[in-house]
T-cell receptor
Framework: EDQVTQSPEALRLQEGESSSLNCSYTVSGLRGLFWYRQDPGKGPEFLFTLYSAGEEKEKERLKATLTKKESFLHITAPKPEDSATYLCAVSPRGTSYGKLTFGQGTILTVHP | EPEVTQTPSHQVTQMGQEVILRCVPISNHLYFYWYRQILGQKVEFLVSFYNNEISEKSEIFDDQFSVERPDGSNFTLKIRSTKLEDSAMYFC???????????????FGSGTQLSVL
């Protein structure tokens, strides 16, 4: 069974304090791993797609990396506006392309 | 920037009533999805839809659920007889299909919060 587990469940940082979020996954075959940002009362907003181990993607203060078993979302010098829930999702081979399996998310709070 | 639009943002209904949740996907997208998120739980897949047919559905998507694309712009989810456990945030998503590396990027709407009393 395909599974995605994210840790920690919640993370509190001071502005400027860098850290990483973890996403561990188990799939029969990985088509892609996605990171989304979700603000309260909103839908997931796309951040990155990673396709194979060793791949990295960057956007502003965020950098996503991928290994064969996990992905990390590194946040460098975060700002209060980075506060959100960060969701990891996988697209397993052998299912509909848009059928994603999500983790439970990491709630990130950045204090000024 | 194009976005997926969902209406209403909140829907309150009585148990046993029918509800229709509405979505306007991004205009050039061809693949459509419904997901839901029960409070405090993971976002979970309900159904995928392409070329006026269901491509795949989850175990949650039983005979009480149906989807339709009644015209060229709307995509709807109908729950025939709502149950208390149907209370959740329902997200519509769309995509233009596979990217160059064989994955599909989904764009999500802001959701409809369904409360069944």
């Amino acid at each position: 069974e395909d599974q995605v587990t994210q840790s920690p469940e919640a993370l509190r940082l001071q502005e400027g304090e860098s850290s990483s979020l973890n996403c561990s996954y188990t799939v029969s075959g990985l088509r892609g791993l996605f990171w989304y940002r979700q603000d309260p009362g909103k839908g997931p907003e796309f951040l990155f797609t990673l396709y194979s181990a060793g791949e990295e993607k960057e956007k502003e203060r965020l950098k996503a990396t991928l290994t064969k078993k996990e992905s990390f979302l590194h946040i460098t010098a975060p700002k209060p506006e980075d506060s959100a829930t960060y969701l990891c999702a996988v697209s397993p081979r052998g299912t509909s392309y848009g059928k994603l399996t999500f983790g439970q998310g990491t709630i990130l709070t950045v204090h000024p | 920037e194009p976005e997926v639009t969902q209406t209403p943002s909140h829907q309150v209904t009585q148990m046993g009533q029918e509800v229709i949740l509405r979505c306007v996907p991004i205009s050039n997208h061809l693949y459509f999805y419904w997901y839901r998120q029960i409070l405090g739980q993971k976002v979970e897949f309900l159904v995928s839809f392409y070329n006026n047919e269901i491509s795949e559905k989850s175990e949650i998507f039983d005979d009480q659920f149906s989807v339709e694309r009644p015209d060229g712009s709307n995509f709807t989810l109908k729950i025939r007889s709502t149950k208390l456990e149907d209370s959740a945030m329902y997200f519509c998503a769309s995509s233009e299909g596979l990217d160059a590396r064989g994955a599909e990027k989904l764009f999500f709407g802001s959701g409809t919060q369904l409360s069944v009393l």
